[in-house]
Structure formats: C-alpha cells, structure tokens
C-alpha cells in the first residue's frame, strides 16, 4: 500500500510513500527502545546543544520547509516560515530552561532529606495532524528529547513530506539515529502501536472524536496520554472595545492557517448595541486578503489542505444556512481553474442556539457572530460549548476583561483584546471536549516524566 502527498491548490500528486509493514514498524520500534536505553543517560548540557543545533538547523532550512507545507497542504509562504521560526524558538526554549525545569525539587520533611526527581519514560507516541505539520510535532518533541524520553511519529499521511524533513534535521543535528523516528502508515495500524509495551505515552493532536478512540485504548493500557482536540473559540466584543482594530484581529484570529486551526476564532459574540457596526468592519477585514498560489510571496490565503475538507466545510455552511443563519459573504466554491481546494472566507450571522454553527467546529474560513443582550449573555453563550480550548475578550476596561477572562469563561487559554496563539513560554491545552494535559512551558515537560519521590530516613 501506498500513500499519496497531494497539492491542493492544483490536486497534483506530489510524491508517493510506501507504507511500513507490520515488522518494519515493530523493529523501528525496537530500534528507538534500544536507543533509549542509552539516550536516557544523556545529561542535559547534550541534550541542550543538540536541542540547539536543531533550532539553527530549522532556521537554515526554513524556506525550503515552508515551500514543501506550501506544496503539501497550502500554507503561504511567509506563514510557514513563521511556523519554522516558532519551532526554533521552542527548541531554543527548552534548551535553555529545561535543565531547571527537571532540576531535583527538595521537600522539607520528616525525613533527613526528601525530594522530587524527573525521570524519562522511554518512547512517546505522537499522533499529529496536518494544519501545522512542523510545529504540532516540534511542540511535543523538544520537551520530550530534552527530558531524556525518545520518539515515534504517526504523522498526517498528506504530509509525510514534512514528516520525513522533521526526522532528517533531528538526525543531521547529531541526535543519536534512533532517538526519534517517523511511521509511514494509515490510521488502523495505530492501534496495533499503542498497544506495544515498549510505548509508553501517546500525545495526540486532532479531532474529539480521535482523542476519544486514542484516550480509550490507552487507558485500557493504562499508558499516559496528553489530548489536543477540537475547538470552537468564543470570542467576546463588549459595547466599548476599540471595533477597527477587534475587527482586524478577530478576522486574522478567524483566517489563520485559512480558518484550518483548533485555536482560530470560531464564534464571535458581540453585544447587540455594537452588532451592526463590528458586522461591517468584520466583513470589509474578511474581504481584504489576497488568495492565491501559496507558493507566491503576496498570497495571504491558499487553498484548504484537501478538496474533502474543503467539500464538509460547505455543507455546514448550507446546512448552517438552511437552519436560519445568514450569510453575508462568501459561502460558495470559487470558480477558479483546476482541482483546487479553495473557499472563499464566510460569514454567518444571525447564528442563533440550535444552529450548527452555533454548536459544532467549523474548520476553515468560516466565521460565526452572534448576538449578544449583555455582557452576562454573552458570558453563557460563550460557556455553551462542549469545547473549551481558547477564548477571548475585547473591551477597554482591564479590570472587567481580566476578571471574565479569569473567573468566568471556561478554556485552557483566555486572552484580552489579542487572539488565542501558543507560546513555548505558556501552558497550552483545553478542557471538556478540547483535551486534557498541557503542552509547552514548565507544564509540559512534566507531562512525560515519572516525577518520583526519593524519602531518605
């Protein structure tokens, strides 16, 4: 069997990967146990010049990495190079705080002396999607090598491309051969990996109903598992935010990676004295980018990553429609020459409870606004979700913000007059149907580390 890298924006095929065998996966597996066994050994000041020389490697590469996300699932350019920058930032992060993040804590005890130490596991299985082929593997990745742990990645099969990139700039840094290696293989042979004793975690990134699958093998395995699921970001505009530059925000936080990102704004909630002029702002910023090849420098937007993608996004939007909402832009297929996978970016509103767009995750350049009495109605329209990934609120009373950020909406990451992104220096996850564990920060390199306690009588 084999599997296909299509370009979405011509549906050419751009290269064809054989699939690894039942045996060669086992013995890849093999390999990075075996690996391990001495990897775990490496002290830090290593495994930080190794991190290191990673980070200068991506940055060296970074414009043939970003043409190939271009080719592969339609990322522009100057996108994907800001994605192989963040990957460097987070191996440079973890290189330079690691060391203290798994520094030995000292508890004052009973005991002569009692403390916490952070131990390596052996192999953590990555299960990753195609949205952000570099960063969602670099984000489990550089703490996972840092802490002493090793790797295997099933990534996205339209992205094996990428996949492979990330192994060889792993390999070429001087990282032993083995200490991080890629599956070529569909979805139905995960199960038969999980289930391998010499993995010892899993992390995945991609849909609730993935997690759930993942999540329930695991657990019946009892192996640890850190979710990054599904969103549907509610995004709060109070009567006194500054609506030009909210506007402009929530129409880039919307179309990020074209709309094809768990954290993307998905739900905008305005409070109706200022629904009609953020509407209009909204729509002329939705209007302003440039799509195109996104191997062309001005491309703001390229195509979705797949024509199947691209199909499911316009039945909810007919579908969205067909229940009540409104459409005021977009909503249709370009006529543009070609197999292309291209959307127009959206807008829906009068997107009332009941609607789906209202509930369900919309994956692409689709934006929903809803209106709001007050600022307490808006609070319980952003709460009804089954997500809790990020949100965000736009007002020019701090006090206020900070305290509806902080006490009142339920998500992993909340944040004021800004769109949700990650950070290497911030915590990074969801709640509910989102996930659990966290990614990135001190959080995160503890999600894979046996944190034992040493008593000393």
């Known amino acids: 069997m084999s599997i296909s890298s299509i370009n979405p924006f011509n549906g050419e095929i751009i290269k064809e990967y054989q699939e690894h065998s039942e045996k060669e996966i086992n013995d890849k597996i093999d390999l990075v146990h075996q690996c391990w066994l001495d990897y775990k050994n490496v002290d830090f000041q290593t495994r930080a010049k190794l991190l290191l020389t990673v980070s200068k490697l991506l940055i060296e590469r970074k414009a043939s990495l970003a043409e190939l996300m271009a080719l592969e699932m339609g990322k522009p350019l100057k996108d994907g190079i800001a994605e192989i920058l ?135 395995l009892i192996k640890k598992t850190v979710l990054e699921l599904g969103g549907s970001d509610p995004y709060l505009v109070l009567a006194d935010a500054d609506l030009a530059k909210t506007a402009e925000v929530c129409a880039n936080a919307r179309l990020i990676n074209n709309g094809q990102s768990c954290i993307a704004a998905k739900r905008f909630i305005v409070i109706e004295e200022v629904l009609d002029e953020f509407t209009r702002l909204f729509k002329a910023a939705m209007s302003g980018k440039t799509t195109g090849n996104p191997l062309e420098e001005n491309t703001q937007l390229g195509p979705m990553a797949r024509k199947d993608l691209r199909d499911e996004l316009h039945q909810q939007v007919l579908e969205s429609i067909k229940q009540g909402a409104q459409c005021i832009l977009g909503g249709t297929i370009p006529e543009i020459e070609g197999d292309h996978a291209f959307y127009q970016p959206t807008i829906l509103t009068a997107v009332e409870k009941g609607n789906l767009a209202y509930h369900e995750e919309i994956f692409g350049p689709v934006a929903a606004i809803i209106s709001a009495k007050d600022i307490e109605d808006a609070i319980k329209i952003a709460n009804d979700t089954n997500f809790g990934l990020g949100a965000a609120v736009f007002t020019k009373n701090a006090a206020l913000a900070e305290d509806i950020a902080r006490n009142k909406l339920n998500a992993g990451s909340c944040f004021i007059n800004e769109g949700v992104k990650s950070d290497p220096a911030l915590p990074f996850g969801g709640i509910n149907e989102s996930g659990y564990g966290r990614e990135l920060s001190m959080f995160g390199i503890h999600e894979f580390v046996n944190i034992k306690t040493v008593y000393i009588k």
């Not at 030995?104 to 052996?122: C, E, L, R, W």
């Not at 195609?130 to 295997?152: E, H, K, S, Y």
């Not at 290696?181 to 995960?190: E, G, P, Q, R, V």
Request: proline share 5%.
């Open 86 to 220: 963040k990957c460097a930032a987070v191996c440079e992060f973890y290189a330079k705080n690691g060391a203290d993040f798994l520094a030995d804590q000292v508890i004052n005890t009973s005991a002569s002396k009692s403390y916490v130490s952070f131990q390596p596991i052996g192999i953590v299985l990555a299960i990753m999607p195609w949205n952000f082929p570099f960063w969602q593997v670099f984000r489990f990745l550089a703490p996972a090598l840092m802490a002493g742990n090793c790797g295997l990645l099933k990534h996205s099969s339209g992205v094996t491309g990428c996949a492979l990139a990330i192994e060889k700039i792993v390999a070429d840094a001087g990282f032993p051969p083995d200490v991080f290696k890629t599956l070529i293989c569909n979805s139905k042979a995960i199960s038969k990996v999980i289930e391998n004793p010499l993995i010892k975690a899993v992390t995945l990134t991609g849909s609730t109903e993935a997690g759930k699958k993942v999540a329930a093998q695991a657990g019946k």
